[in-house]
């Protein structure tokens, strides 16, 4: 990882809310490269099944029907992973796909703390300390 990964990319409350037009597109994309990723992990469970035999030996069409897919997986895998990064470098941390909740490094005075969204939410309204989650979340 390079230093500009890793540097933590702090956000004030309007450049957080101006990017999520961007985050809503990302966690879409995510959610539907997810799903192919897991269709396709069911494929290759399939291929395995009915392309072994009753020796447990996978035949060369099988082998050659598994390989195909998880060339496949490896390439969706890949793809998911870019457009995290890509999420993580506009200064968007996801915490949960499922309930598209996401948070920001801000300041508030001299705290540094995550300025909290959850998908479905018109802009950031909420904020919490590091250490807290979304349960201890509190109003701007």
Not at 55 to 65: D, H, Q, T, Y
Not at 111 to 126: R, S, Y
Request: aromatic letters at 8%; hydrophobic letters at 35%.
């Amino acid at each position: 990882m390079s230093n500009d990964e890793t540097k933590i990319k702090m956000l004030t409350l309007e450049e957080a809310n101006a990017l999520l037009p961007q985050v809503r597109l990302s966690l879409r994309s995510l959610r539907e490269q997810r799903a192919a990723i897991l269709r396709t992990q069911a494929q290759i469970e399939i291929e395995e099944m009915t392309g072994t035999s009753s020796e447990g030996e996978l035949s060369p069409a099988g082998r050659a029907a598994v390989t195909k897919q998880m060339e496949t997986f490896h390439y969706q895998t890949r793809q998911f992973e870019e457009r995290l990064s890509e999420l993580l470098q506009m200064g968007a941390y996801l915490k949960d796909l499922d309930t598209g909740l996401v948070d920001f490094y801000s300041r508030r005075g001299n705290e540094i703390i995550f300025l909290c969204w959850k998908e479905g939410e018109e802009e950031i309204l909420n904020w919490h300390s590091l250490q807290g989650g979304f349960q201890n979340r509190k109003p701007l």
